[in-house]
């Protein structure tokens, strides 16, 4: 079963919501919503063009960035990463 999820004529999938408690256009069914993802491709929300600033400042600005980048930064902070990270 899909929840959260209205087909609009053109066939894609909208969101019904933002993951940000925030966002202006909560409940609208006709903003184009989508999974926002850091740079090695990990959920951070669904989000709008409205809300999308707003969800990014929840993270930290490097993991948007280069994925090399975020890896060394993952690792200065002791997570265990391998290469197929």
Same mark, same amino acid.
């Given at each position: 079963?899909? %929840? =959260?999820?209205?087909?609009? &004529?053109?066939?894609?999938?909208? %969101?019904? &919501? *933002?993951?940000?408690?925030?966002? %202006?256009?909560?409940?609208?069914?006709?903003?184009?919503?989508?999974?926002? %993802?850091?740079?090695?491709?990990?959920?951070?929300?669904?989000? *709008?063009?409205?809300?999308?600033?707003?969800?990014?400042? #929840?993270? #930290?600005?490097?993991?948007?960035?280069?994925?090399?980048?975020? &890896?060394?930064?993952?690792?200065?902070?002791?997570? =265990?990463?391998?290469?197929?990270?």
């Amino acid at each position: 079963m899909i %929840t =959260n999820i209205d087909i609009n &004529r053109k066939g894609l999938k909208m %969101t019904e &919501r *933002c993951w940000n408690s925030h966002c %202006t256009n909560e409940g609208k069914t006709d903003v184009y919503r989508w999974i926002l %993802t850091d740079s090695l491709g990990m959920s951070c929300g669904k989000v *709008c063009k409205d809300c999308i600033d707003e969800q990014q400042a #929840k993270y #930290k600005p490097v993991i948007f960035d280069d994925p090399h980048d975020y &890896r060394q930064h993952m690792a200065e902070c002791g997570e =265990n990463i391998d290469s197929d990270y």
